[in-house]
């Protein structure tokens, strides 16, 4: 219920990561008031352990007038499902999840704004992953897929899931993403041995999409380097949670990039 007493404020979150017990208990000790009339868009990463998702999607859900999500890496890991299946099967596992606790992953007009989630994934856009990286990046074990899918044939199953919209005439257009949409995205003060991570951290598939929807600010996650700058007219934001030692690049906190 809205208390009518506040503008509409939008909120971001990315890389939650719940499986931390003080991340978790940082979700549970939110306000039950403070933010009925506001939005959240929460992009990715919060467990690849079913029951910790569904607490978390629908302790926010309960805080939060509307959340928007769309699934990180990590949230469709099955190395130890019980459940079992690959990660195709998980993320329709998941989205049933969103959908039980009152979440989104579909478009949406709320205010002046329309928030447009951008399903995604990697796809070497970014540059080709040497060695060191296909043996130590965990995707290429805790995720699973149908033997024919390479990583670009997985980016290209999500984008083609995303619906087919135009915003109404006159909307500000919010779109967001798990995976990073270009790479400079990543600030030049980032050390040189940790940029063999490039390839694994998005793809340029979503820059093109939310320039097709002429977005004005474009919320992303994954790397877990908070950054809010302005490029060619976009502003991005990523506001990652992180690990609980991440306390340098991660300002684990709510941020506000939006009213109306």
């Known amino acids: 219920m809205r208390s009518g007493l ?13 499986d931390y017990d003080a991340n978790l208990q940082w979700v549970r000790q939110l306000s039950r008031t403070d933010h009925v ?3 959240l868009i929460l992009a ?3 467990s ?26 990590h949230d469709l890991w099955v190395l130890g499902d019980a459940q ?9 596992r998941v989205r049933e999840a969103v959908a039980s606790c009152g979440a989104g992953m579909e478009p949406q007009q709320l205010g002046p704004w329309f928030f447009m989630p951008l399903l995604g994934w990697y796809d070497y856009s970014f540059g080709e992953p040497d060695p060191q990286l296909q043996q130590a990046w965990a995707d290429f074990r805790a995720c699973r897929w149908p033997a024919h899918m390479q990583p670009a044939d997985v980016a290209a199953h999500f984008e083609a899931l995303n ?3 135009q915003p109404p005439a006159g909307s500000r257009v919010i779109t967001f993403s798990h995976f990073m949409p270009r790479l400079d995205l ?5 050390p040189k041995q940790h940029r063999m991570l490039d390839p694994v951290l998005g793809s340029t598939r979503i820059e093109t999409a939310l320039r097709g929807f002429k977005a004005e600010i474009h919320v992303y996650g994954h790397s877990h380097i908070n950054r809010n700058v302005v490029l060619d007219g976009v502003r991005y934001v990523n506001s990652a949670f ?19």
């Not at 607490?55 to 990180?72: I, N, W």
């Open 48 to 73: 690849h352990r079913p029951a910790l998702l569904l607490e978390c999607l629908d302790t926010l859900a309960r805080r939060f007038r509307q959340v928007f999500f769309v699934p990180g890496n």
């Open 163 to 165: 619906p087919q919209v």
């Open 6 to 18: 506040h503008a509409m404020r939008v909120f971001a979150l990315s890389d939650i990561h719940v």
């Open 186 to 190: 990543i600030p030049a003060i980032v």
């Open 84 to 92: 079992g299946g690959d990660s195709l099967l998980k993320f329709a």
């Open 44 to 46: 990715g990463d919060v």
């Open 37 to 39: 009339d506001d939005v």
């Open 242 to 260: 992180g690990y609980p030692h991440e306390t340098r690049i991660s300002a684990r906190q709510l941020l506000c990039v939006a009213q109306g």
